[in-house]
Each structure stands twice: as structure tokens, then as C-alpha cells.
């Protein structure tokens, strides 16, 4: 087994194991770091001594030793003791059950702020160390392990049980769930800053951690479109940048260098999210990617359907970002006059004042109107806006181009 298909194998049991743990001895705090020891303790010991037969109950087992450890106050004695028996351990009775879901709305307690639940997410359940999330969100080392030990400790003083919510509860922490899943993988498809446009390695956290929580809940709707927006958008990872790392819009990429699997399950993913009874936005959004991904070219795309598909989710659920990408899609549809007049109806949102998404539509639609001047200046006004060094770029060489 490689070092990657270690790495998997330990992802995919972390959630597992943990949820095995907290259900026995609650205590989700020291739970974590038990798992965390176990699994750092298979990293070294597997690769030499091979995967034992029962890799889940390994990791049980060794975890259940270091909370024991933890609770009896006997760090030292124990530790010499787990240091010359690990490579004896002997699986315990390992329950069949899977509580990555009901792992997934403890990290996602409402009682956490966003970034908490993201941060908590990828330790607890994406496995990741404290050190990968801190370079993931370009933050040091030790202001994210504040941020996750402040995340155990709210969790802990607001006394939430380990069970599934029911009814309300447990459809509005699943749209909570959803939607951190939704962060983290665009961060990781666009970053916020930073050199780089896209962390590939989010991304796919992203993804791994929906076919996840797909798995456990396959009829949902908005479950299944998430999944398969992350799927439509991530195959276009390769030809969104050049080799030099510079930004190609949607419009030039070269739809050749799209990823056709992840397409043609993200499409057929898109379409059953469609075919449930209840409309939702991540099923809505992921009509839309596969509408472009249908079509060979961008003069190919059907400008009407995206733009019908946005009019619905603005309806459903209003947000200025919606009703800019649709002003891109009515600027295809009826000339780039009738976006930038949708563009005008933002102007008064303070949540998008000046904001580099805004500010550069608009210069993409002037330059299309025939306003040089006005798209030069919005041009530079959104480079300046954005933290992404990526989008810097793009947006002066647009301006540059502009002004030769």
C-alpha cells in the first residue's frame, strides 16, 4: 500500500472512530485527541508492520487506550506502556454502525460561528492536523489550534448530545452541514488569497466529505446537487489557470482539458437532484453547471436556461451574488445594456460595496458596451478589492489591455 492510500484509508476511518469513541465515552473534546494520537501512531507503525486485519478496531482500540490515559492522569506510566504494546494491540468488539453524519452536525453546532465549524469539520471529521487546516486558510499554526480548542470548548459547555436531531432540528443542522461543506470546497476552488488561485486539496476534501454524508443520506435532494455542483466545478479545475498559473474565464478555457468523469457523474448526479420532489440551491446551481457543461463551446451555452435557472434561485433564495451571476447570464442573453442595468439594482447592497466580483463584472460588461474609460477604472478598482494575488493579475492585465 502506498503512502497515499495510507493517507485515504486513515481519512475515511478518522470519522468513524471518533464516532465510535464519543458515542462510548461522550467527551468529544478528549475523544479527538485520542483519535488524533491513534491515527498519527498507525502513520508510522503501518507502513512498516503492514495494515492489521481490523484497521478500524486498531484505531478503537489504541484511541480508547490514550482517553483512558487521558482520564486516569498517568500521561507517563501509560504512554511507555502503549510505546512497547502498540504492535500487540488487539482489536476490541467494534460496533457496525457509522456516525460520521451525527459527527458532522456536532462539528456544525449552532452554537459555533462558521469559520469554527469549518475548522472543526476538517480536524474531526476530514482528519486533517491543525497545521494542514492553518496553511489551507494561510493563518498561523497556533491561531487555528485557539480556534479549534475554543470550538471543543463551546460545544462542551453548551452540552450537546451525541444523536441525530429529529424533525426541524435536524433539517435545519443538515442545511448547516451543507453549506460548510460549500465553503470549504470554494476555498479550495477559488481562494480568498494567497498566490495560488485554487487549493486542490480542499476541494477534494470537499468532495470526499459529500460522497460522505451522500452515502448516509442518498434520497435528499440538496444533498446529492451539492455533491454534484462539486463535481460539474471541479472538472474544469485544470484549464481554469494557465501554465504560468494566470486565470482563464469560463469563456476561453479550453473545454478539452475538462476532466469528461467528473463531468458525466456530476450530470447525472445533477439531473436525479432535479428529478426529488423538493427544489432546493445547491440542486438549482448544479442545473446550472451542468448546463455549461453540456455545452462544447461557450458560444454553445443556453444563455436562456442558465439565466431561467438563476431567475428561480434568486426567488428561492435571495442573495446579491445571485443576482450578479444572473446579470452575466442576461448580458449573453439581451446585450450587455440589460446586465449592467440588473448590475445597478446591487449598487445599494451594502454587502456588496466594493466588492471585487461586482466591480469586475461591471468592467467586463462596459468593455463589451463600448465604455473603455469605465471598464479601465472598475477594471483596477477590482483588482485592488481582491486578496487574491491570481485575480491581481488577471484584473490588471485586463486593465493593461484596455489601456494600450
Given at each position: 500500500?502506498?503512502?497515499?492510500?495510507?493517507?485515504?484509508?486513515?481519512?475515511?476511518?478518522?470519522?468513524?472512530?471518533?464516532?465510535?469513541?464519543?458515542?462510548?465515552?461522550?467527551?468529544?473534546?478528549?475523544?479527538?485527541?485520542?483519535?488524533?494520537?491513534?491515527?498519527?501512531?498507525?502513520?508510522?507503525?503501518?507502513?512498516?508492520?503492514?495494515?492489521?486485519?481490523?484497521?478500524?478496531?486498531?484505531?478503537?482500540?489504541?484511541?480508547?487506550?490514550?482517553?483512558?490515559?487521558?482520564?486516569?492522569?498517568?500521561?507517563?506510566?501509560?504512554?511507555?506502556?502503549?510505546?512497547?504494546?502498540?504492535?500487540?494491540?488487539?482489536?476490541?468488539?467494534?460496533?457496525?454502525?457509522?456516525?460520521?453524519?451525527?459527527?458532522?452536525?456536532?462539528?456544525?453546532?449552532?452554537?459555533?460561528?462558521?469559520?469554527?465549524?469549518?475548522?472543526?469539520?476538517?480536524?474531526?471529521?476530514?482528519?486533517?492536523?491543525?497545521?494542514?487546516?492553518?496553511?489551507?486558510?494561510?493563518?498561523?499554526?497556533?491561531?487555528?489550534?485557539?480556534?479549534?480548542?475554543?470550538?471543543?470548548?463551546?460545544?462542551?459547555?453548551?452540552?450537546?448530545?451525541?444523536?441525530?436531531?429529529?424533525?426541524?432540528?435536524?433539517?435545519?443542522?443538515?442545511?448547516?452541514?451543507?453549506?460548510?461543506?460549500?465553503?470549504?470546497?470554494?476555498?479550495?476552488?477559488?481562494?480568498?488569497?494567497?498566490?495560488?488561485?485554487?487549493?486542490?486539496?480542499?476541494?477534494?476534501?470537499?468532495?470526499?466529505?459529500?460522497?460522505?454524508?451522500?452515502?448516509?443520506?442518498?434520497?435528499?435532494?440538496?444533498?446529492?446537487?451539492?455533491?454534484?455542483?462539486?463535481?460539474?466545478?471541479?472538472?474544469?479545475?485544470?484549464?481554469?489557470?494557465?501554465?504560468?498559473?494566470?486565470?482563464?474565464?469560463?469563456?476561453?478555457?479550453?473545454?478539452?482539458?475538462?476532466?469528461?468523469?467528473?463531468?458525466?457523474?456530476g450530470t447525472e448526479l445533477a439531473k436525479a437532484a432535479l428529478a426529488c420532489p423538493e427544489l432546493g440551491p445547491y440542486q438549482l446551481q448544479a442545473a446550472i453547471a451542468a448546463t455549461h457543461a453540456d455545452a462544447a463551446t461557450a458560444e454553445e451555452t443556453d444563455w436562456a436556461q442558465v439565466h431561467a435557472l438563476y431567475l428561480i434561485l434568486e426567488r428561492i433564495a435571495p442573495n446579491p451574488m445571485v443576482t450578479l451571476n444572473r446579470a452575466v447570464a442576461l448580458a449573453e442573453r439581451d446585450g450587455p445594456q440589460a446586465g449592467l442595468a440588473l448590475l445597478a439594482t446591487l449598487d445599494g447592497?451594502?454587502?456588496?460595496?466594493?466588492?471585487?466580483?461586482?466591480?469586475?463584472?461591471?468592467?467586463?460588461?462596459?468593455?463589451?458596451?463600448?465604455?473603455?474609460?469605465?471598464?479601465?477604472?472598475?477594471?483596477?478598482?477590482?483588482?485592488?478589492?481582491?486578496?487574491?494575488?491570481?485575480?491581481?493579475?488577471?484584473?490588471?492585465?485586463?486593465?493593461?489591455?484596455?489601456?494600450?
Open positions: 500500500m502506498t503512502a497515499p492510500d495510507f493517507e485515504d484509508l486513515l481519512r475515511d476511518l478518522t470519522p468513524q472512530v471518533l464516532g465510535t469513541l464519543v458515542r462510548r465515552y461522550g467527551r468529544f473534546e478528549g475523544c479527538e485527541d485520542a483519535v488524533q494520537e491513534a491515527v498519527l501512531a498507525a502513520s508510522v507503525q503501518w507502513p512498516q508492520d503492514g495494515v492489521p486485519d481490523s484497521p478500524r478496531g486498531w484505531l478503537v482500540t489504541v484511541a480508547a487506550r490514550r482517553l483512558v490515559d487521558q482520564i486516569r492522569s498517568d500521561h507517563a506510566r501509560r504512554e511507555r506502556e502503549n510505546a512497547t504494546t502498540a504492535a500487540e494491540v488487539v482489536p476490541e468488539e467494534v460496533p457496525d454502525t457509522d456516525d460520521t453524519l451525527l459527527l458532522l452536525f456536532l462539528c456544525c453546532h449552532p452554537s459555533l460561528t462558521a469559520a469554527s465549524q469549518t475548522a472543526l469539520t476538517l480536524r474531526a471529521v476530514g482528519g486533517l492536523t491543525t497545521a494542514e487546516i492553518a496553511r489551507a486558510f494561510l493563518v498561523p499554526e497556533a491561531t487555528m489550534a485557539a480556534r479549534i480548542s475554543r470550538a471543543k470548548q463551546r460545544i462542551r459547555a453548551a452540552g450537546s448530545s451525541f444523536a441525530l436531531p429529529q424533525g426541524a432540528e435536524r433539517q435545519e443542522r443538515l442545511r448547516v452541514v451543507l453549506h460548510v461543506l460549500y465553503l470549504i470546497f470554494n476555498e479550495g476552488y477559488t481562494a480568498s488569497s494567497g498566490s495560488e488561485l485554487h487549493r486542490a486539496d480542499l476541494a477534494q476534501e470537499a468532495i470526499r466529505l459529500a460522497r460522505m454524508v451522500r452515502a448516509q443520506l442518498p434520497e435528499d435532494g440538496e444533498v446529492t446537487g451539492l455533491l454534484a455542483l462539486m463535481l460539474l466545478t471541479h472538472a474544469r479545475r485544470a484549464a481554469r489557470t494557465t501554465a504560468a498559473g494566470d486565470l482563464v474565464p469560463l469563456a476561453e478555457q479550453d473545454r478539452t482539458g475538462w476532466e469528461r468523469a467528473l463531468l458525466d457523474e447592497d451594502q454587502r456588496m460595496a466594493g466588492h471585487h466580483r461586482l466591480l469586475s463584472v461591471r468592467a467586463h460588461l462596459l468593455e463589451r458596451f463600448g465604455d473603455r474609460a469605465g471598464a479601465y477604472d472598475h477594471y483596477l478598482r477590482a483588482a485592488k478589492a481582491t486578496a487574491s494575488l491570481a485575480e491581481q493579475r488577471f484584473l490588471d492585465a485586463r486593465a493593461r489591455r484596455l489601456q494600450a
